[in-house]
Nanobody
C-alpha cells in the first residue's frame, strides 16, 4: 500500500508565497517520477512541475520562474516552493507519483495521487 500525503496549502495574498510538501510512504521500491498538478474550478487538471523518470525537470509555462520544485530522496518527499502567487494560481494542488512496488512476480509500477491541498490566492 502506497500513500501520498500533501501539506502546505492555504490562503495567501497576491504576491505571497507558499511551500507545498508531498511525502510518499508504504512499500516503495522506487519512485520513478514525481510532481505536482493543479485543478481550478471548471478547468482540467494540469501539470505544474515534476521530475520525470529520466531525472529531468518539467515546468509549466505559466510557472514563469515563480515556482521551484525540489525533492528529498531520503524522505521520499517532493516540495513545491511557490512565490509571487497570483489569483489565477488558485486551485487544488495534487501530488502525483509513478512508484514501483515489489509483487510476487517482480516489480510493478503504478500511478498514485494524493488527496489534494487547496491553495487560494486572494486579497
Amino acid at each position: 500500500q502506497v500513500q501520498l500525503v500533501e501539506s502546505g496549502g492555504g490562503l495567501v495574498q497576491p504576491g505571497g508565497s507558499l511551500r507545498l510538501s508531498c511525502a510518499a510512504s508504504g512499500s516503495i521500491f522506487s519512485i520513478n517520477a514525481m510532481g505536482w498538478y493543479r485543478q481550478a474550478p471548471g478547468k482540467q487538471r494540469e501539470l505544474v512541475a515534476g521530475f520525470t523518470s529520466g531525472g529531468r525537470l518539467n515546468y509549466a509555462d505559466f510557472v514563469k520562474g515563480r515556482f521551484t520544485i525540489s525533492r528529498d530522496n531520503g524522505k521520499n518527499t517532493v516540495y513545491l516552493q511557490m512565490n509571487s502567487l497570483e489569483p489565477e494560481d488558485t486551485a487544488v494542488y495534487y501530488c502525483n507519483a509513478a512508484i514501483s512496488t515489489v509483487v510476487p512476480v517482480g516489480l510493478t509500477e503504478n500511478d498514485y495521487w494524493g488527496q489534494g491541498t487547496q491553495v487560494t490566492v486572494s486579497s
